[in-house]
Structures are given as C-alpha cells and as structure tokens.
C-alpha cells in the first residue's frame, strides 16, 4: 500500500511516500524561510506563489527518492485545513487532480491530526489513550488521543501560539524568522532565571494557554533597557522567555494527563523541536511516572509523512475524500 502525502498548509511544500503504515520511503520539504525572513513573518501570497512553483518538483523528487512511479500510488493524502487558504488550495488542488488522473482515491486530513499521530514515524510507537501537545507556529492545544479518529480538545491557546511568541519576540530583538531555533540558540549562552517574565496559568485547572502578555513583558522590558543604557542583554532575555513558555507548556500537559488519569503524553509541531522543551518535559514525565513520546525533531515541523499517515488511517477506516470537498482555514477537531 503506497501513499503519497502532500502538506502545503503553511510555508513548507512537502510531499511524502509512505509505504504500509510503518515506513517512509521520502519525505521532502522544500522550506521557504528564505523567502519570508525579510518580513519576519510569513506572507501569504507569497507562500501561495512559491507552493505552485515547487509542489511538481518536490513531487517528482519524492517519488524518485522513493524509487518509484505514479502508477504505485494507491491513496493521494492531502492536508485540508487548518492554514493559510491559498497555501492549502495548491496540495489540495493539485491532490485531487492527481487523484482524479491516476483513479486512486484522495482524502483531506486536518494537519492537527498529522501531529499529534507524527509519534507513529518512529520505531517506539504510543498506545491510546494518550495527551497531545501541539505546539506550532498557529497552534498550541492539548489533546486527548481516545484512538486514530478520535480526538478531544481539553485546551488551547487564546490569543498568540506558542511558536508564534518566538516568531514575535525574535522579531522584536531583531534575530530574523523563524525565531524558535534562533532564540533556542541564544538561551542556551543565557541564565533562564535571570529576568521575571510573567506564566499564564489561566484560571484553576484551566488547559488553556495564553502567551501574549508574556510578549508584552518582553517588549516592555527591552524598550525600558534601551531608554536606560541602550543596551540588551540578549541572551539573558531568550533564555527567560524561553523559560517562561516552556514552564507552562510542560505544567499544562501533565496537569492534562492527571486530570484525565493517563500516563502517556505525546508532542508535536514545530515548537516540539525546542531542547529545553524537550529536557524539562522528559524529566518531569520521569518524575511522574508518565511515559513520553517525542518524535524525531525533522517530524516535528510540518512534514508530507504525517499527512500521509493521517490519511492512511483515515482511509483504512472507511472515509474516503470528493472532488467537492473544499480546504479550511480553522480546525474544529475534538470540540
Ligand atoms: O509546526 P511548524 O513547522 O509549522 C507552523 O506552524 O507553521 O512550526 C513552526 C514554528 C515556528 O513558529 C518556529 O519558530 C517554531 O515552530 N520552532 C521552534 C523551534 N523550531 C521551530 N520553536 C522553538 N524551538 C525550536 N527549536
């Protein structure tokens, strides 16, 4: 069973072979950060320009790195939503019109479920009921995974993602786009407990997020640096923020598995990339006898191998996409 995934929700053309359920044959990802670190920040016209420039490209590359024709695929899986509408009209478009020309069938997934099943790329698998972490450029949720179709929203962000504070606040100290490695890079030189940046823990018990006043803090204590001396100390500020957003990610995620009474916690998206994240959510995890999944950091932004995987078991449970069918721009998964 060959499927090809195509992602183009965002800023990264991406196309993927999967073969069965268990092996990637490619996975190409053309980013474009280059196109948007002038801005810094994304353009959606221009991502939807350069999605129609490279998506036969990095196509055709994925099918010839995975040695094979278009005449081996069985299922075109495709993200529908959620994402920037121009970015996701050129895979879906052009998924359909595969579909159509090699008379296979095509499914649209919701790229949420891409990360929060992208644990399954790798060799140690989770078994469900799991919590979901996803944390990306457009998204921070917490998630309970009951099986492949069956998800709960316990809770989400209310204003900026936690990826997008990096972007913005990478932005506001001049470090370019994007601006999670970059900040994560400067952190490390820097003492996290140096500056008192607010957490938003929200009211009791609430899995809800909220990181805009936090970038607030952040742009308040650089301009008061500057009025004073003129100088940042850059390090200190990356490595307090980044403290303050990894803090609340990993209390909320195991405050989720407690309330819920499971033992197993998966993470994903771009921001699942982050070192400290990644450190602080493994020790607590020990700590609480929780048992972590991480996928391999290049699963962790968006990738075609996650869509394909997604769609695959949508797929494998009687769902199947139309040419009617139409992208969307926001998810209302578990809710
Ligand atoms: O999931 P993703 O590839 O797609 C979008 O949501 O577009 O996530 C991209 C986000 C960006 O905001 C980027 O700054 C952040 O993930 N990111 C990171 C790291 N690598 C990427 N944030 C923190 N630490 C990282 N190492």
Redesign the pocket.
């Known amino acids: 069973m060959i499927t090809l995934g195509i992602e183009t929700s965002?800023?990264?053309t991406s196309a993927a072979i999967l073969e069965n359920d268990d092996t990637i044959l490619s996975n190409i990802i053309s980013s474009q950060d280059t196109i948007h670190k002038p801005f810094g920040g994304i353009v959606p016209e221009l991502a939807s320009r350069r999605h129609m420039e490279c998506i036969t490209p990095v196509v055709d590359q994925a099918l010839s790195e995975a040695k094979i024709s278009f005449d081996d695929i069985k299922l075109v899986s495709v993200t529908q939503g959620p994402g920037l509408i121009g970015s996701l009209l050129v895979g879906f478009s052009y998924a359909k019109a595969l579909s159509y020309t090699l008379a296979v069938p095509f499914i649209g997934v919701d790229h949420m479920t891409g990360?929060i099943l992208s644990a399954f790329l790798e060799k140690n698998v989770p078994a469900f009921p799991y919590i979901a972490l996803i944390v990306?450029?457009?998204?921070t949720a917490l998630y309970q995974a009951d099986g492949f179709m069956d998800y709960k929203l316990l809770g989400r962000t209310r204003d900026d993602a936690a990826?997008?504070a990096?972007?913005k606040v990478a932005r506001l100290l001049g470090l370019g786009y994007?601006?999670?490695?970059v900040?994560?890079a400067h952190g490390e030189k820097g003492n996290p407990s140096s500056l008192k940046f607010p957490r938003a823990w929200l009211e009791e018990g609430s899995l809800d997020f909220s990181f805009s006043g936090l970038k607030t803090a952040v742009m308040n204590h650089c301009n008061k640096s500057r009025m004073k001396d003129g100088l940042i100390d850059i390090s200190s500020v990356c490595a307090s923020f980044q403290e303050a957003v990894v803090e609340v990610l990993v209390e909320k995620t195991i405050a989720a598995a407690k309330q819920k009474g499971l033992d197993r916690i998966v993470l994903g998206?771009?921001?699942s990339?982050?070192?400290r994240l990644r450190k602080l959510m493994s020790s607590k995890c020990s700590e609480d006898g929780i048992e972590l999944f991480l996928p391999a950091q290049e699963n962790?932004?968006?990738n075609a191998a996650m869509i394909a995987f997604s769609g695959l078991k949508r797929f494998q449970s009687g769902m199947i996409g139309s040419l009617d069918d139409d992208v969307f721009s926001r998810s209302h998964l578990g809710q």
């Open positions: 965002c800023d990264d990360h990306s450029g457009g998204t990826g997008e990096y972007d994007p601006g999670g490695p900040i994560s998206g771009g921001v990339a982050n070192e962790c932004t968006d």
